[in-house]
């Protein structure tokens, strides 16, 4: 890499005009200098890398001491011991107790991939260990998130001695006693707490205050999954057959947006061979349905399975993404897949409607000055209020919290955060100072209830805890791993970025920026146009395809469609891409600045 290129392109100096035409800076990952990339050099020479490769790995902390772990985390030696977690002896004995006396265990989880994974994981242990399994996964609508009295009451009447609640219940003390029935309860959860644990049987949750495990990372399928590995420890079984379920784990932990560190990357990279082997019925009848042909990626996860299990979730039946992964009945997985995919379909509609008239709403309140975005509406469905928060967050950098109105009058909601505005426990502070109904969540997203006079109330208190949003820019940096004149942006290149999967929070895919290009062709593909396909050309002969998703409102669509072709810095994501068979090069546009300042 030029020392010129580096300049060009160092935070200190930026784009022409310090923005890029969406508004948004460029900065280096890691600032390149001598000492990298001598760093960069000695990795490369050590274990028999490209320089592209070791640079982009030295930048993100890589040393030839653990660039083995990176390119090949196992669990042989990133596998915590789950007995670090506080009460796993607990949970774990007691699923012994109820495993060698054939009981009756309900499963009550929650209605997003998270929940899904981890009631399917835990009852298909506990089916092929002789248990009688119930499973109640609740409405989004009717029910609300985590547990509720009649719920667990119902599963108590069938006969559960045991009831598990996984992804949910650490704030549900108060459900808890208000059932009419005493099972014993076990919680396996991941959301932030606020005081004691509930007073139940065990609760396996490494954020509560007394676990000194250093797991806050997992999400709640790896923490079932870990739940299932201690039992089987405790009874003295081969514990070699949990691999297998691995495929779950590493779906959740994808869709939860985990960190792809440490265990995490050892769960999703062990995961996705599973899950490539396409020998768990549920999850091959999704990637048919989804489209997914190929090796399954974390990229797949996120955007084409993840999105389909949660749709039951949002718009249709809670259950039916559990009840598809559970199942071995490939008509049965086929049928709901394909209802899983129709409803995706008309949750993305839906979404649609409502996101252009929540972002006018936002950008008032942005305008305005608030520090966080709360907008709500009766008109708007309750299942989507996550991904039109998310959206939100991502336009404005700034947390957003949106809500409808249940079938009471209640407001319902979900917020998406920023990095340093921990937005879980600002709602947990306003429900226990009375603001709110329900809420929780953890830093980055949390969902939250409350009556509709108590908005503005709600809106004010989530402004002063979270005013520190105010500081952040109008948009986020992007981070930038490597910069590349067209004709590098080659396959190779693809294949040594393959080498750093997976891909995904704690260990983004690598952002390029290729210098100095053109719009040589372009046009408007997909539904209502919203997506441009060009193809880049260099001073040379060389070409490259390109697409830019929702350009619709975009501030680079203009520029991409100038006939006068002005000389570009384009920067995103290169991939290989499988259709019908066949490969191609496509290079994702995150965002475009004019060259030349």
């Known amino acids: 890499m030029s020392k010129a290129v580096k300049q060009a392109f160092?935070?200190?100096?930026?784009?022409?005009?310090g923005l890029s035409l969406t508004g948004r800076s460029w900065v280096w990952r890691s600032e390149p200098d001598d000492r990298t990339e001598r760093l960069a050099l000695a990795l490369a020479q050590k274990k028999n890398l490209s320089d592209f490769l070791a640079g982009l790995m030295t930048r993100r902390g890589v040393t030839p001491e653990t660039a083995d772990l990176f390119l090949d985390p196992t669990l042989r030696t990133l596998m915590p011991d789950p007995f670090s977690l506080k009460d796993m002896d607990k949970a774990a004995e007691r699923l012994v107790s109820a495993i060698r006396a054939g009981e009756t265990v309900g499963i009550f989880g929650d209605y997003d991939v998270d929940g899904a994974c981890s009631a399917a994981l835990l009852a298909g242990f506990l089916q092929r260990s002789g248990c009688r399994v119930l499973t109640h996964i609740p409405d989004r609508l009717t029910e609300g998130y985590g547990p509720n009295p009649i719920a667990m009451d119902a599963l108590a009447e069938q006969g559960a001695g045991l009831i598990v609640c996984v992804d949910c219940g650490t704030s549900a003390a108060d459900i808890f006693a208000r059932m009419e029935h005493a099972p014993d309860i076990v919680v396996i959860d991941h959301h932030v707490t606020e005081g004691p644990p509930p007073p139940v049987h065990a609760t396996?949750?490494?954020?509560?205050?007394?676990?000194?495990?250093?797991?806050?990372?997992?999400?709640?399928?790896?923490?079932?999954?870990?739940?299932?590995?201690?039992?089987?420890?405790?009874?003295?079984?081969?514990?070699?057959?949990?691999?297998?379920?691995?495929?779950?784990?590493?779906?959740?932990?994808?869709?939860?947006?985990?960190?792809?560190?440490?265990?995490?990357?050892?769960?999703?990279?062990?995961?996705?061979?599973?899950?490539?082997?396409?020998?768990?019925?549920?999850?091959?009848?999704?990637?048919?349905?989804?489209?997914?042909?190929?090796?399954?990626?974390?990229?797949?996860?996120?955007?084409?399975?993840?999105?389909?299990?949660?749709?039951?979730?949002?718009?249709?039946?809670?259950?039916?993404?559990?009840?598809?992964?559970?199942?071995?009945?490939?008509?049965?997985?086929?049928?709901?897949?394909?209802?899983?995919?129709?409803?995706?379909?008309?949750?993305?509609?839906?979404?649609?409607?409502?996101?252009?008239?929540?972002l006018k709403a936002a950008e008032a309140q942005i305008a305005a000055g608030h520090a966080v975005v709360l907008t709500a509406s009766a008109a708007w469905h309750p299942g989507i209020v996550g991904i039109i928060a998310g959206r939100i967050k991502e336009k404005f950098n700034r947390p957003a919290l949106v809500a409808a109105t249940d079938e009471n009058g209640i407001l319902k909601g979900s917020g998406r955060s920023i990095p340093g505005c921990d937005i879980g426990r600002a709602v947990i502070a306003a429900r226990e100072y009375g603001i709110l109904l329900t809420g929780g969540g953890h830093m980055m997203a949390a969902g939250f209830g409350l009556e509709q006079d108590r908005l503005s109330e709600f809106h004010a208190f989530m402004n002063e805890r979270l005013a520190a949003a105010c500081?952040?820019?109008?948009?986020?940096?992007?981070?930038?791993?490597?910069?590349?004149?067209?004709?590098?942006?080659?396959?190779?290149?693809?294949?040594?970025?393959?080498?750093?999967?997976?891909?995904?929070?704690?260990?983004?895919?690598?952002?390029?920026?290729?210098?100095?290009?053109?719009?040589?062709?372009?046009?408007?593909?997909?539904?209502?146009?919203?997506?441009?396909?060009?193809?880049?050309?260099?001073?040379?002969?060389?070409?490259?395809?390109?697409?830019?998703?929702?350009?619709?409102?975009?501030?680079?669509?203009?520029?991409?469609?100038d006939r006068q072709r002005p000389l570009l810095h384009v920067a995103g994501c290169l991939r290989m891409e499988s259709w019908n068979g066949r490969e191609s090069l496509s290079f994702f546009i995150s965002d475009v600045a004019l060259a030349g300042s």
């Open 471 to 561: 500081e952040a820019p109008a948009a986020p940096p992007l981070m930038i791993d490597a910069v590349l004149p067209l004709s590098a942006a080659t396959e190779a290149c693809t294949r040594d970025m393959a080498a750093m999967e997976p891909f995904g929070a704690g260990n983004e895919e690598p952002v390029l920026i290729l210098q100095n290009v053109r719009v040589v062709r372009y046009d408007r593909i997909g539904k209502d146009g919203n997506t441009i396909r060009v193809i880049l050309g260099d001073q040379g002969t060389g070409t490259l395809k390109a697409l830019m998703f929702r350009v619709q409102d975009s501030p680079a669509l203009p520029v991409l469609e």
């Open 10 to 17: 160092s935070p200190v100096t930026g784009l022409h005009s």
């Open 204 to 358: 396996v949750n490494p954020q509560r205050g007394d676990c000194e495990s250093g797991l806050r990372t997992l999400c709640a399928a790896a923490l079932t999954w870990l739940v299932m590995a201690a039992t089987m420890k405790l009874m003295e079984n081969d514990r070699r057959p949990l691999l297998d379920d691995l495929d779950l784990v590493a779906l959740a932990t994808v869709c939860d947006v985990m960190p792809l560190t440490g265990t995490n990357r050892a769960f999703v990279t062990q995961g996705l061979k599973i899950m490539g082997q396409r020998r768990r019925t549920g999850l091959r009848s999704l990637m048919d349905a989804a489209g997914v042909n190929g090796q399954p990626t974390a990229f797949s996860c996120g955007y084409a399975l993840g999105p389909r299990v949660n749709a039951g979730g949002r718009i249709g039946d809670a259950g039916l993404g559990a009840k598809m992964l559970l199942s071995s009945d490939e008509e049965e997985t086929g049928t709901i897949a394909r209802q899983l995919t129709s409803l995706n379909r008309t949750r993305q509609e839906v979404e649609q409607d409502t996101l252009s008239e929540a």
